[in-house]
């Protein structure tokens, strides 16, 4: 089923929280919803459930309107970050409960509830453990639990809040390769709250970045860690270097690097965006004439499995940044703590600082460069 | 430091070395105005006789408690039950001699009351005597036996008037009784419980209470509400007196506190106790307030009972009387 | 929320229903104690309580509450301290016995000390030859006062100090302070709001009182009688407008003390509020 | 390991504070109440059994029981709803509400027997509603129930309230989500939660209640075998100078009790530990 | 200083929390303790700081007994996973209460102090914070208040308990930066806990990996990587895959890879381990003429920054293993989601199981692998 959300504002007494936000989730897709803590991501998503009502806007499931619909109409599985289990109800309680409140005429017989559960426990893997209470397993577990929960129901889409926050790196790799699986499986159109990037990047089929109750990209992963749309989206996936430098003369300058800018760009502050793998390191000065490389002192190198990443201190401006590379390319280089090496600065979006000076945070403009 | 004024007597008495006197007068709960008046106008006579300024302490609560009290500690110099087997008890333990009530005149009861009904102003029910109390449909308010010392003088008082009635007969006076307590609908823990209910809750039919009650709460609580009956025959009772010889003797108030009982006997202390309504043993004075306490027809506890010590083992104890005849 | 709380037509009845219980069993009360106590007027609402022995029962009422209630501050904040900050074998029948006071009828309260300190007593011979008097006076009244409001600081604080941890000491103890310093610097600020919550309802109980003082008073005009004890008196003298006077002298304490303690909750509350927000608005800050 | 016994792991002052608890508890509490049990055991078995046994105390230890119960009962049930209300709606006057529910505890029972009986007597401001309707209230067992509900009602508020107040709403709103009606969702999630606490709250109301004489004497009537309480009974006997068989029924009331308050608190202890494994 | 555990037994009533621990740590080193969740690292941490105390063993520092003493006596500097500021005191209080606790001969007077915290606030970039309340602070400036707080009693080694646990990305990689900056300045010997690898492969000079009760191996980040002491280690410290096999006749065949295993090694199922980033992916059959390859089935492709991750299944065993490259080295392969291609296995790790099989879990034993 698809969902739409329509110009949905929702604010808290003084607070808003969401503000005019639009997004389409066609059905079938795995969707991630990322953004620091904050942004509004548990909101929006609560909003489609129906656990919460919105000032303005709609919310429309395949088309139809659903805002003004009651939660228990709207056949939504909802898996809550905390999974909000029952305490006092044993696993197989907890998964059938949604069948067994169900008024007299729907619901099941008895032996087709014990089937339901037992086969949505296989799909779980945790045949066996029918018997125990919440508190008696793992936050792995109890997450599958949850998840089987609201798959009892039959839900047309799912929602999971945070689904793997609490666990630990271990048990949440194991589950999101699960979760992949099981979407495969059931063709469900899953929305999913993350705010951790490498999550959204390795499970989603589409990525919806928020901060500050907007939604700023929407896109594949590669869409938004190549094109990030503005400097929040680029600073928020992934890690990034940041240089200060100005326009001037049409040049940007950021230390001793120079690049050039777009036509007509006005002059002033701008800031440079890097990503620590767009730093090309070498230990001789690059043969092109332009000068897009700096001289840096290598502060420390950390080894992080696959990657190398290098701290390094620029010569010109005293700057601290980072660069990452393949292990196999580090080995090559052969250098160690200490030394100077040049480094190229691939890939770098400036930004200026926007004339409109009326919000909050200053906004910048990207500008185009060519080197 | 307020402890040991709360009971004792700072009293050097007899010499005179320090001016001021201190009795603790254990009393049961109606007497508090009539001792406030007694205290008042003993304590100007003793100044005047020996110089001495003389401070009672009043306590009042059932008489029962008190007596208590008195057994557990509260160092009492004088005690002014409600009835003598509270202060037997009291002698019981060692506190007072054993033959106290021959120590003072008038088997130490220098005032007496009788039980008299209280009834609906203008007697709606026709409540004459005690016959009428055991009719059906008849509601009696009397506090409980065993809880309430006022309640015993009710309870002993309708025996003794079934028992005279058929002529000794304990059968029938039980029977007499059992069916009195049947028309109770409510039995207060004290007798001052009862009167409320009988005459704030509107509770009740007739109220059986002492004469001097039965006054206090037509003249406090609405003359124009209530009047008084006198039954044919009613019991005399007799509230006791007398010195805590153990404590009077240790707070060396042994000559003060007798002389306090003793001008209960005066004609003065037994004005004040006519005036409030406590029948004066003395007849002159008996006379001079005639109206107020008409002649009715008493028997006594010794007469009929053998005496309190005797009635309450037949008649309070566990599993005594009282307890075999009250079916609610 | 909206969709998954009640209609509001139920949200209203329930309301309702629970006006109607809390106004049939304790606002008409209230009321009626109130109404009574004025149902003579103004004046002999004045003159009940500007008598002296009202004014003594008042002393020695806040006599004995000035004394029980420290006692059993301190005795609520040790034992806290030993119930919430270790473990040890036999808590819950430690907390049962701290509870106990709470299920003993205040009759028994009351005769419990009498059958220690009494003339009849155990410890009668002792007394006697100290010439100390325990009972039918102030100490008696005082100790069987501390005995029906045993639990009630100590029960307030257990929960709040056992929520509270034991964070903040390590990190005291790990930064060199000695265990009175970790006390008084770090504990006592974080529970103070909990001991005053102890200490008023223990205030509350103490003044209010009745069945264990009654037994132990002795009732002296002006000397043993507490308020409560006061209040029975003049009702026993058919004075009720006065006996409710006096009783409203109570209620309003109780009341009094009420607000007090709806103050500081709302205090607490707000102040864990700006705290919360502060949270939400310290992850935004991070974020940005 | 003495030592490790002595000082419990690095905070001091438990060797201290643990002394002091239990010497005050000691001295104003447990030396006392065997002072209750040496006066009993002055009786032989068989008087102690015939004290208990005889018709009157069964009678009012039924009585006593019964109205407790009751009480108890009904305590639990506008408990819950009273914190409930308190906790989860917002309406005028709300604060005022959530204060004047510890009154009982303030009130000297004494007044609070005597204004219910004002209220609740045949003549009273409600009672003589009632009384058109044929029913009484004050002097019959009704009455007792009513003053044992107005001094046993904060308990239950007060146990649950924080209970509710800590409860997480996601639960709820997973029941509605699944498709649970707000009825189901409050008698198969929310109440089982709550249980524990209201089996405090009630049990603490009930303990509280069997011991109350101040406000019942007031209300109750105080008719032996009918409406007369065990604690009146321990009364009535002390008025007849009957300490041992007053403390023999004292100390039946207190075992009963004491058993039942450790009942309550080895079961919040099993919740608690139950909570903490989550 | 220097810190030497030496056979700490630690029990909960009937649980061991720290089995036979033996530890050494130098002076000035910056030593991560690195393990799962429930493994001990919180226990160890308090049993040298003299917060909790041991059944057996001794704690040594500078080679001198402390078992039995105080903790106030230690001269210990510990920060708490929450912190655990005082929040009735503002920072300055807070940061002060080492110092204004001592005794009065020797405490420094009220001057000192103020000095003392005022460069202690520089020190963690606090400064003009000083009249807040720990509310009032944001969850990365609580963790240095927390921090100065402990390093005002000038204490002789500094322990932190999960210092950057509950913060959130950003924050965090900013602070770690900070810590390692103020251990080079400071030049303390410093112990801190994680359950993060990323965290401590970056942070550490030394990394200690622990897992239920037991230390599983020491040593530089480099070497826990590179050269896990075991398949728990290995596993737990970055992504690994998992093929299962036998080996035969002095062979090792895991599917139809094959490789040779030492000599004397018994025959039996054995388990091969395999970073990802060692699996080389290429279009074409390697030239080698060892079967050390197998063929693979793109399943998905994530572009992870700098990291491109490839979900493979093997042809011959059906088994779903990863793959990690550069993304220079993805760009040049030209491979899409379903295509099949050749996976060298490189630097497997063969373990076979233990024949001593007393211990629960079955005991692994590495076997050297030649191809
Ligand atoms: N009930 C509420 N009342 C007031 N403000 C609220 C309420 N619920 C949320 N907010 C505010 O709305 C904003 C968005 O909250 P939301 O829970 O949607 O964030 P989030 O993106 O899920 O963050 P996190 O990653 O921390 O869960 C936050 O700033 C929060 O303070
Ligand atoms: N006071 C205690 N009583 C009983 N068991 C305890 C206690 N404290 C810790 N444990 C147990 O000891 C084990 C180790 O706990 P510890 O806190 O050291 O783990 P940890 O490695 O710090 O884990 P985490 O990463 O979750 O903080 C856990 O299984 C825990 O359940
Ligand atoms: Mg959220
Ligand atoms: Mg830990």
């Given at each position: 089923m698809s969902i739409e959300v329509v110009n949905i504002t929702k604010s808290y007494k003084n607070f808003t929280a969401l503000e005019n936000v639009n997004l389409?989730?066609?059905?079938?897709?795995?969707?991630?919803?990322?953004?620091?803590?904050?942004?509004?991501?548990?909101?929006?998503?609560?909003?489609?459930?129906?656990?919460?009502?919105?000032?303005?806007?709609?919310?429309?499931?395949?088309?139809?309107?659903?805002?003004?619909?009651?939660?228990?109409?709207?056949?939504?599985?909802?898996?809550?970050?905390?999974?909000?289990?029952?305490?006092?109800?044993?696993?197989?309680?907890?998964?059938?409960?949604?069948?067994?409140?169900?008024?007299r005429k729907t619901r099941p017989s008895k032996e087709e509830i014990r089937e339901k559960v037992h086969s949505l426990l296989r799909l779980v893997q945790l045949e066996g453990l029918a018997h125990r209470y919440p508190s008696q397993l793992s936050g792995g577990q109890r997450q599958r639990v949850a998840l089987a929960r609201a798959l009892a129901v039959e839900p047309k889409f799912l929602l999971l809040d945070e689904p793997f926050g609490a666990l630990d790196t271990k048990v949440r790799q194991e589950l999101r390769r699960w979760l992949r699986h099981l979407h495969g499986k059931l063709g469900l159109t899953i929305l999913f709250v993350t705010h951790d990037q490498e999550e959204a990047m390795e499970l989603a089929d589409r990525v919806v970045v928020m901060n500050e109750g907007r939604v700023e990209q929407v896109g594949s992963p590669e869409e938004i860690y190549l094109k990030p749309a503005n400097p929040f989206v680029y600073s928020f996936l992934g890690r990034v270097n940041l240089f200060r430098g100005r326009i001037q003369n049409g040049r940007i300058k950021l230390g001793e690097a120079e690049f050039t800018a777009e036509q007509g760009v006005s002059e002033g502050p701008a800031i440079g965006y890097m990503r620590p793998h767009d730093a090309e390191v070498s230990l001789h000065p690059p043969q092109s004439a332009a000068a897009t490389a700096v001289q840096a002192h290598i502060e420390r190198i950390t080894l992080l499995g696959p990657l190398v990443r290098l701290e390094l201190r620029r010569l010109d401006t005293k700057e601290v940044f980072e660069a990452e590379m393949g292990r196999q390319r580090f080995l090559e280089l052969l250098v160690e703590e200490g030394d100077v090496v040049y480094v190229t600065l691939n890939n770098l979006s400036i930004y200026v600082e926007s004339e409109l000076q009326s919000v909050p945070t200053p906004a910048l403009t990207p500008v185009h460069v060519t080197v | 430091s307020a402890a040991s004024q709360g009971t004792g007597t700072n009293g050097s008495g007899e010499a005179g070395g320090s001016q001021t006197v201190e009795l603790l007068n254990v009393s049961y709960?109606?007497?508090?105005?009539?001792?406030?008046?007694?205290?008042?106008?003993?304590?100007?006579?003793?100044?005047?006789?020996?110089?001495?300024?003389?401070?009672?302490?009043?306590?009042?609560?059932?008489?029962?408690?008190?007596?208590?009290?008195?057994?557990?500690?509260?160092?009492?110099?004088?005690?002014?039950?409600?009835?003598?087997?509270?202060?037997?008890?009291?002698?019981?333990?060692?506190?007072?001699?054993?033959?106290?009530?021959?120590?003072?005149?008038?088997?130490?009861?220098?005032?007496?009351?009788?039980?008299?009904?209280?009834?609906?102003?203008?007697?709606?029910?026709?409540?004459?005597?005690?016959?009428?109390l055991v009719k059906p449909g008849i509601s009696v308010i009397t506090p409980n036996p065993k809880t309430s010392g006022g309640a015993r003088w009710n309870y002993l008082a309708a025996w003794?008037?079934?028992?005279?009635?058929?002529?000794?007969?304990?059968?029938?006076?039980?029977?007499?009784?059992?069916?009195?307590?049947?028309?109770?609908?409510?039995?207060?823990?004290?007798?001052?419980?009862?009167?409320?209910?009988?005459?704030?809750?509107?509770?009740?039919?007739?109220?059986?209470?002492?004469?001097?009650?039965?006054?206090?709460?037509?003249?406090?609580?609405?003359?124009?509400?209530?009047?008084?009956?006198?039954?044919?025959?009613?019991?005399l009772a007799e509230p006791p007196v007398t010195v805590v010889d153990k404590y009077a003797e240790k707070h060396k108030t042994k000559e003060v506190a007798d002389a306090y009982l003793q001008f209960l006997y005066t004609k003065k202390g037994q004005e004040i106790a006519a005036k409030h309504y406590y029948r004066p043993r003395s007849a002159e004075v008996l006379k001079a307030h005639t109206p107020a306490f008409p002649e009715i027809e008493m028997f006594t506890i010794d007469e009929l009972f053998g005496g309190w010590t005797k009635a309450q083992q037949t008649h309070f104890s566990d599993q005594g009387v009282f307890d075999q005849l009250y079916k609610p | 929320m909206k969709h998954v709380t009640e209609p509001a037509y139920v949200r209203w009845s329930l309301i309702a229903v629970a006006f109607l219980f809390l106004g049939l069993f304790l606002i008409l009360p209230l009321i009626a104690v109130f109404t009574e106590a004025f149902k003579q007027g103004a004046g002999v609402f004045l003159a009940a309580i500007a008598e002296p022995e009202t004014l003594s029962a008042v002393k020695l009422t806040l006599l004995v509450a000035a004394i029980s209630v420290p006692l059993n501050v301190t005795f609520g904040i040790a034992a806290a301290w030993a119930i919430a900050k270790f473990s040890f074998r036999g808590k819950n029948v430690l907390l049962t016995l701290i509870d106990l006071p709470f299920a003993v009828s205040p009759v028994?309260?009351?005769?419990?000390?009498?059958?220690?300190?009494?003339?009849?007593?155990?410890?009668?011979?002792?007394?006697?030859?100290?010439?100390?008097?325990?009972?039918?006076?102030?100490?008696?009244?005082?100790?069987?006062?501390?005995?029906?409001?045993?639990?009630?600081?100590?029960?307030?604080?257990?929960?709040?100090?056992?929520?509270?941890?034991?964070?903040?000491?390590?990190?005291?103890?790990?930064?060199?302070?000695?265990?009175?310093?970790?006390?008084?610097?770090?504990?006592?600020?974080?529970?103070?709001?909990?001991?005053?919550?102890?200490?008023?309802?223990?205030?509350?109980?103490?003044?209010?009182?009745?069945?264990?003082?009654?037994?132990?008073?002795?009732?002296?005009?002006?000397?043993?009688?507490?308020?409560?004890?006061?209040?029975?008196?003049?009702?026993?003298?058919?004075?009720?407008?006065?006996?409710?006077?006096?009783?409203?002298?109570?209620?309003?304490?109780?009341?009094?003390?009420?607000?007090?303690?709806?103050?500081?909750?709302?205090?607490?509350?707000?102040?864990?509020?700006?705290?919360?927000?502060?949270?939400?608005?310290?992850?935004?800050?991070?974020?940005? | 390991m003495r030592k490790s016994f002595l000082r419990r792991g690095f905070l001091p002052g438990f060797g201290m504070t643990m002394g002091y608890t239990i010497i005050y508890l000691s001295l104003l509490v447990l030396i006392p109440l065997s002072v209750l049990f040496l006066k009993a055991t002055t009786m032989s078995w068989e008087q102690f059994v015939g004290t208990i046994l005889d018709p009157r105390v069964i009678a009012s230890i039924r009585v006593s029981i019964l109205t407790s119960f009751f009480a108890a009962c009904v305590n639990a049930v506008f408990g819950v709803l009273v914190a409930w209300v308190l906790t989860r709606y917002d309406f005028f006057g709300k604060r005022i509400i959530d204060?004047?529910?510890?009154?009982?505890?303030?009130?000297?029972?004494?007044?609070?027997?005597?204004?219910?009986?004002?209220?609740?007597?045949?003549?009273?401001?409600?009672?003589?509603?009632?009384?058109?309707?044929?029913?009484k209230v004050a002097y019959t067992p009704i009455g007792i129930w009513v003053a044992l509900t107005f001094i046993g009602l904060p308990f239950v508020v007060r146990t649950v309230q924080p209970v509710l107040q800590d409860w997480d709403l996601q639960m709820e709103e997973a029941a509605a989500t699944?498709?649970?009606?707000?009825?189901?969702?409050?008698?198969?999630?929310?109440?089982?939660?709550?249980?524990?606490?209201?089996?405090?709250?009630?049990?603490?109301?009930?303990?509280?209640?069997?011991?109350?004489?101040?406000?019942?004497?007031?209300?109750?009537?105080?008719?032996?075998?009918?409406?007369?309480?065990?604690?009146?009974?321990?009364?009535?006997?002390?008025?007849?100078?009957?300490?041992?068989?007053?403390?023999?029924?004292?100390?039946?009331?207190?075992?009963?009790?004491?058993?039942?308050?450790?009942?309550?608190?080895?079961?919040?202890?099993?919740?608690?530990?139950f909570d903490a494994a989550r």
């Open positions: 389409h989730i066609p059905e079938g897709e795995l969707v991630a919803l990322l953004g620091p803590s904050g942004s509004g991501k548990t909101t929006l998503l609560r909003l489609i459930a129906g656990l919460e009502q919105a000032q303005q806007g709609s919310i429309l499931f395949n088309g139809e309107d659903n805002t003004n619909r009651d939660v228990r109409e709207r056949k939504v599985g909802f898996v809550f970050q905390h999974y909000a289990l029952f305490r006092h109800m044993n696993i197989f309680d907890n998964i059938a409960f949604g069948l067994t409140v169900r008024s | 709960d109606p007497t508090r105005e009539f001792y406030q008046e007694v205290n008042a106008e003993f304590a100007q006579e003793w100044k005047a006789k020996t110089g001495q300024t003389l401070n009672v302490k009043q306590s009042h609560g059932g008489s029962g408690k008190q007596s208590r009290s008195v057994i557990d500690g509260l160092e009492a110099d004088v005690v002014t039950l409600a009835l003598a087997y509270d202060i037997d008890a009291i002698a019981e333990q060692g506190l007072i001699a054993a033959d106290w009530q021959k120590k003072l005149p008038e088997n130490s009861s220098p005032y007496t009351s009788t039980i008299v009904f209280l009834v609906r102003k203008g007697n709606p029910k026709q409540i004459k005597d005690w016959d009428d003794g008037y079934a028992l005279k009635k058929n002529g000794g007969d304990e059968a029938k006076a039980k029977e007499f009784v059992g069916a009195l307590f049947k028309n109770v609908p409510v039995l207060d823990s004290g007798a001052r419980g009862s009167t409320t209910t009988f005459v704030e809750r509107g509770i009740g039919d007739v109220l059986i209470a002492w004469e001097n009650e039965a006054y206090l709460a037509v003249n406090e609580l609405g003359k124009d509400k209530f009047e008084i009956v006198n039954p044919s025959l009613s019991i | 028994i309260a009351g005769l419990i000390f009498v059958l220690l300190f009494g003339s009849q007593g155990v410890a009668a011979p002792w007394l006697a030859a100290l010439d100390l008097k325990i009972i039918f006076a102030v100490p008696g009244i005082v100790l069987a006062t501390t005995f029906v409001t045993f639990p009630f600081v100590a029960r307030e604080l257990i929960p709040v100090m056992e929520a509270q941890g034991k964070d903040e000491e390590e990190a005291a103890v790990s930064l060199g302070a000695s265990g009175w310093k970790t006390f008084w610097r770090v504990t006592l600020p974080n529970v103070k709001w909990g001991i005053l919550y102890g200490v008023i309802l223990c205030n509350a109980r103490a003044m209010g009182e009745f069945g264990a003082v009654s037994v132990v008073s002795g009732h002296i005009r002006g000397m043993t009688n507490t308020l409560p004890l006061h209040v029975e008196i003049l009702y026993n003298e058919y004075q009720f407008a006065a006996a409710f006077a006096v009783a409203t002298l109570l209620a309003v304490l109780a009341l009094v003390t009420l607000v007090l303690k709806s103050l500081i909750e709302w205090k607490t509350e707000r102040k864990s509020k700006a705290e919360e927000d502060y949270y939400f608005d310290a992850s935004g800050e991070k974020a940005g | 204060g004047i529910v510890d009154l009982p505890f303030a009130l000297p029972t004494a007044v609070g027997g005597i204004a219910l009986t004002s209220i609740y007597a045949e003549n009273g401001w409600i009672g003589q509603y009632l009384a058109e309707w044929g029913v699944l498709g649970a009606t707000r009825f189901a969702t409050f008698t198969r999630v929310i109440l089982p939660h709550l249980l524990p606490a209201i089996i405090t709250g009630f049990a603490l109301a009930f303990a509280r209640a069997l011991g109350e004489y101040g406000s019942v004497v007031f209300i109750s009537g105080n008719m032996p075998l009918k409406t007369e309480i065990v604690p009146l009974l321990i009364m009535t006997k002390l008025e007849q100078f009957d300490y041992a068989g007053a403390t023999a029924i004292a100390t039946v009331m207190l075992v009963a009790s004491f058993v039942m308050l450790l009942l309550i608190n080895y079961l919040q202890w099993r919740i608690n530990k």
